[in-house]
């Protein structure tokens, strides 16, 4: 079955940069797009960035764009999520997703798989 596994979270302070990582299994993950969401309490999940399967075109929410770069290694079966400049509405736990299309979404419900997720917190 499919399994994605985050990893990367911790504290940081304000400023700063962060780089999560998910390993995924049980797919054929180059025909898989990829995307990274978060969560705070209370919220509903968002969007965060997207890559897709097969060019590796990405997306991202107005919040991440010039800040955070989505990235995917094949060979690793692994995506990324590069974090710089931190901001503490950044905290969050941070849910890596696939869909089994290579097609790339910015939608939750497009995505059939997700990870147990990662806490990030930033400090002010």
């Known amino acids: 079955q499919v399994q994605l596994v985050e990893s990367g979270g911790g504290l940081v302070q304000a400023g700063g940069s962060l780089r999560l990582s998910c390993a995924a299994s049980?797919?054929?993950?180059?025909?898989?797009?990829m995307a990274w969401f978060r969560q705070t309490p209370g919220k509903e999940r968002e969007f965060v960035a997207t890559?897709?399967?097969?060019?590796?075109?990405?997306d991202y929410a107005d919040s991440a764009k010039c800040r955070f770069t989505i990235s995917r290694d094949n060979a690793k079966n692994t995506v990324y999520l590069q974090m710089n400049s931190l901001k503490p509405e950044d905290t969050a736990v941070y849910y890596c997703?696939?869909?089994?299309?290579?097609?790339?979404?910015?939608?939750?419900?497009?995505?059939?798989?997700w990870g147990q997720g990662t806490q990030v917190t930033v400090s002010s």
């Open positions: 997703a696939s869909r089994s299309t290579s097609i790339r979404s910015t939608l939750k419900n497009a995505y059939a798989y």
């Open positions: 890559i897709s399967g097969r060019f590796g075109s990405t």
């Open positions: 049980g797919l054929t993950f180059s025909n898989y797009a």
